[in-house]
Nanobody, 123 residues
Framework: QVQLVESGGGLVQAGGSLGLSCAASGRTFSNYAMGWFRQAPGKEREFVAAISWGGRSTAYADSVKGRFTISRDNAKKTMYLQMNSLEPEDTAVYYC????????????????WGQGTQVTVSS
């Protein structure tokens, strides 16, 4: 089992920045590739970004490419998502998740999930 807890969400104006963290406990964090997803009201959960086990490889949804940066610190068992140039369309609950399939954009391929953290971007 891997337990994941997100933090860092909040309210920010359009054009601003926020940083999210995902703290892991339980089984070896470095055994898992990780990802961020988000879900807006009335919409399906969508892929945001993924990072490989060691952090050398990353992948992004087109909608966030160039604005968001995913990273991880295996010694701290923590993953991060730095979000810059935020837009109202980025408003959603953000979830971190763990998988053994790096780069997957499909939520069903992720085995463990956090409880989510709300990000609200005002216009």
């Amino acid at each position: 089992q891997v337990q994941l807890v997100e933090s860092g969400g909040g309210l920010v104006q359009a054009g601003g920045s926020l940083g999210l963290s995902c703290a892991a406990s339980g089984r070896t964090f470095s055994n898992y590739a990780m990802g961020w997803f988000r879900q807006a009201p009335g919409k399906e959960r969508e892929f945001v970004a993924a990072i490989s086990w060691g952090g050398r490889s990353t992948a992004y949804a087109d909608s966030v490419k160039g604005r968001f940066t995913i990273s991880r610190d295996n010694a701290k068992k923590t993953m991060y998502l730095q979000m810059n140039s935020l837009e109202p369309e980025d408003t959603a609950v953000y979830y971190c998740a763990a998988t053994q399939n790096y780069g997957s954009t499909k939520a069903f391929e992720y085995n463990y999930w956090g409880q989510g953290t709300q990000v609200t971007v005002s216009s």
